[in-house]
């Protein structure tokens, strides 16, 4: 859960509800790149502590909610122990049931709706659509070929702003400032800023700082990629 964008309050609870059904106590220390979980019997005493990396996967709201549905399975008596132990795993072999080419158009026309949602005429809409599937497509391969996450976010954003700066310059529409700014919005790292105050709200305070130290070096990365394209085609929006 942790690795796929869950906040810690979200993941203490569900181990609570499914610890408490097993007549079990449960100690989770969550910090930002490693768990450490005891198991008390609460009859004998007997304790068993057990610790793991973080893993490391794309966000993924489809594995939480299935994750979180399995606690409450578990917790009022739906589910064996064994049963539930072949649910989680059959939950993690299919952490996404979307296909990659429908999660892209998914992904652009989210983008070009953002667009529209600040004031840009469908010239705007249709490139940043454009900006975002190449950008995205990008990413995808990137991600493939383990390249480094804050390059990877600079290389999209610069490749998406080059698409994006389109309209300024074959003068398409009368919003290129929008299309332009709105075309790297795919690349926000909006549920990890969530899940941060989410996280400070909570008393997890090694992972909301972790997790917002980690939101604004993304944003810092899309900023370069996009003043990079900015520099390149010459554009002077603040002159």
């Given amino acids: 859960m942790l690795g796929c964008g869950a906040s810690c309050i979200r993941i203490t609870r569900n181990m609570g509800r499914m610890a408490g059904t097993l007549g079990l106590a449960v100690d989770l220390i969550i910090l930002p790149n490693h768990v450490s979980l005891t198991l008390t019997d609460e009859t004998t005493g007997t304790s068993t502590h057990s610790s793991c990396a973080i893993a490391k996967l794309p966000i993924s709201y489809n594995v939480n909610t299935r994750l979180s549905r399995l606690s409450w399975d578990v917790a009022e008596g739906r589910l064996s122990l064994r049963e539930s132990e072949a649910r989680f795993r059959e939950i993690a072999r299919q952490s996404s049931t979307v296909s990659k080419p429908l999660l892209v158009i998914l992904v652009a026309l989210a983008n070009a709706s953002f667009c529209r949602l600040f004031g840009g005429d469908w010239q705007a809409m249709v490139v940043v659509g454009v900006a975002t599937v190449v950008g995205y497509l990008l990413k995808m391969c990137m991600l493939k070929h383990k390249v480094d996450l804050k390059l990877m976010i600079v290389t999209c ?4 702003s080059l698409i994006g700066s389109l309209c300024y310059v074959l003068h398409w529409g009368a919003t290129p400032e929008i299309a332009l700014g709105t075309s790297v919005l795919y690349l926000i790292p909006g549920i990890i800023y969530i899940n941060a105050v989410s ?41």
């Fill in 199 to 239: 996280d400070m709200l909570t008393n997890h305070y090694l992972c909301w700082l972790s997790r917002f130290m980690q939101a604004l070096i993304m944003t810092a990365c899309i900023a370069i990629g996009l003043t990079g394209g900015y520099l390149l085609m010459d554009i002077k929006m603040f002159l």
């Fill in 157 to 160: 954003s610069f490749v998406s």
